[in-house]
């Protein structure tokens, strides 16, 4: 893989991911494409140790509209981190929003915690409203233990 600014959507993000007094940095690397798959894109953050190295973990995501970014949702200082995948269900596509934090060297995930996953149907309009097509309670079927084809070293 390599690094241009022309494939690196939106400025490289230097901040405190995970409350722990480090800078960490963020990189979203689109993958280009044409339909939904100009979406792809390989997130890759550094997470900076205590001991003077970096964590480096990168997974498979969509990069949405731009404002999907790293929220604080409990004020503990370790922000969650939101992935965004295509799921199809009983005929239907649905973007799927996960939440993770960084811990311990590992993303984990914290849907449990905020009422995660949600979905939102696709529907070639713009569309924020969780569907009403799945419960809440099946929604929680489509969650992530990962996000897609996580790397970490």
């Known amino acids: 893989m390599f690094f241009l600014d022309h494939n690196i959507w939106g400025p490289m993000i230097v901040a405190d991911f995970n409350g722990d007094g480090f800078n960490d940095i963020k990189i979203n690397v689109a993958y280009m494409g044409c339909g939904l798959a100009s979406m792809n894109s390989r997130i890759i953050y550094l997470f900076h140790l205590s001991n003077g190295n970096f964590k480096k973990i990168s997974y498979l995501d969509k990069l949405g509209n731009g404002n999907r970014v790293e929220r604080d949702i409990d004020n503990d200082g370790n922000y969650e981190i939101i992935t965004m995948t295509l799921r199809g269900y009983e005929?239907?596509?649905?973007?799927?929003?996960?939440?993770?934090?960084?811990?311990?060297?590992?993303?984990?995930?914290?849907?449990?915690?905020?009422?995660?996953?949600?979905?939102?149907?696709?529907?070639?309009?713009?569309?924020?409203?969780?569907?009403?097509?799945?419960?809440?309670?099946?929604?929680?079927e489509f969650k992530l233990l990962f996000p897609e084809e996580i790397d970490i070293k």
């Open 91 to 140: 005929g239907h596509n649905y973007w799927t929003f996960d939440l993770f934090n960084f811990v311990d060297g590992a993303l984990i995930n914290v849907d449990d915690q905020f009422n995660y996953p949600i979905m939102i149907q696709f529907l070639f309009r713009d569309n924020f409203e969780i569907t009403d097509k799945i419960s809440r309670e099946k929604m929680t």
